[in-house]
């Protein structure tokens, strides 16, 4: 029986032809009956794809033949059949969307003048050794069902609200501190570390690897609390049984890590769901 497998990566990397990179890419995991999200720039891929594993393995393995590719960060999780609805690969300016395609600078290294970074066993020798900020790259929803012990969660829908945020002088005691930035995967923090360095903060970490990687390292037994929130049909993952729910249902405060499409197909807005409210998820302004 076929293993469904969801691969998770990004590259920091000069390209010179990103529409090359794209008709590549779509060719190749079409071929390989792939389905999934993949961004290019000019800076870089950033991707999530997810199929039977033997195809999925081939694909990891003919990207990485491409020699800007060769280092990309790549994580594994379970999927559950069809996770994603399509395939889509498309060229942006960004890959990911902080709207600030032209203050990024990228070399063969990766990100120039970003956070450092820190494994999960790292984070917590610097936990042990200072007081420290942990500041959260999602999106409050996202932030909602999971995150870091005392974590700075930003009021942010989407990362192109990150900027103004950054720079409307709420954090600035925090300019002088040390600041550990997370999110999914590594990849925002990775844009989020360098865009705080150019506003002045002094002292700016960044998990390498996200979540995800700390979850694979110390599971629940951690400093984080929660589920993790996913971009397909899962929506949201636990790394072990004893995960702590600590998202609550709009409506009716009740636990859940469930989260769920305004009901309006005009708003965008996600938000916390219990199972009763699941189907009833209207916000204010649509109910």
């Known amino acids: 029986m076929a293993v469904p497998k969801i691969l998770l990566y990004y590259a920091f990397t000069p390209l010179a032809d990103p529409d090359t990179v794209r008709l590549w890419q779509?060719?190749?995991?079409?071929?390989?009956?792939?389905?999934?999200?993949?961004l290019i720039s000019k800076d870089g891929i950033n991707g999530t794809v997810g199929g039977d594993l033997p195809n999925v393995k081939k694909y990891l393995r003919r990207t990485?033949?491409?020699?800007?590719?060769?280092?990309?960060?790549?994580?594994?999780?379970?999927?559950?059949g069809?996770?994603?609805?399509?395939?889509?690969?498309?060229?942006?300016d960004e890959i990911v969307s902080f709207g600030?395609?032209?203050?990024?600078?990228?070399?063969?290294?990766?990100?120039?003048?970003?956070?450092?970074?820190?494994t999960p066993e790292q984070l917590h020798d610097?936990?042990?050794?200072k007081d420290v900020t942990f500041f959260d790259g999602r999106n409050r929803t996202e932030a909602e069902i999971g995150r870091f012990?005392?974590?700075?969660?930003?009021?942010?829908?989407?990362?192109?609200?990150?900027?103004?945020?950054?720079?409307?002088?709420?954090?600035?005691?925090?300019?002088?501190?040390?600041?550990?930035?997370?999110?999914?995967?590594?990849?925002?923090?990775?844009?989020?570390?360098?865009?705080?360095?150019?506003?002045?903060?002094?002292?700016?970490?960044?998990?390498?690897?996200?979540?995800?990687?700390?979850?694979?390292?110390?599971?629940?037994g951690g400093l984080w609390h929660g589920s993790l929130y996913v971009f397909d049909k899962r929506l949201s993952i636990d790394f072990s049984d004893d995960a702590e729910v600590i998202g609550r249902c709009y409506a009716c405060g009740a636990p859940s890590s469930t989260t769920a499409n305004?009901?309006?197909?005009?708003?965008?807005?996600?938000?916390?769901?219990?199972?009763?409210?699941?189907?009833?998820t209207a916000c204010a302004a649509h109910a």
């Open 149 to 220: 012990e005392g974590a700075v969660v930003p009021d942010v829908s989407n990362t192109r609200e990150f900027v103004a945020d950054l720079e409307s002088g709420r954090y600035d005691h925090l300019k002088s501190q040390p600041v550990v930035t997370y999110c999914t995967g590594g990849i925002r923090c990775e844009v989020l570390s360098s865009l705080m360095v150019n506003r002045g903060f002094t002292e700016v970490y960044q998990l390498d690897g996200g979540i995800a990687r700390y979850g694979e390292t110390y599971g629940d």
């Open 100 to 118: 600030a395609p032209g203050e990024l600078v990228v070399d063969a290294g990766g990100v120039v003048g970003g956070g450092t970074k820190l």
């Open 82 to 92: 069809e996770d994603f609805p399509r395939l889509s690969v498309k060229v942006r």
């Open 262 to 280: 305004c009901g309006d197909l005009s708003c965008r807005e996600q938000r916390v769901v219990c199972g009763e409210h699941a189907a009833t």
């Open 26 to 38: 779509r060719e190749l995991c079409e071929a390989l009956g792939l389905t999934g999200r993949i």
């Open 64 to 80: 990485r033949e491409y020699p800007a590719f060769t280092h990309m960060d790549v994580k594994w999780s379970e999927g559950v």
């Open 126 to 129: 610097l936990v042990a050794a």
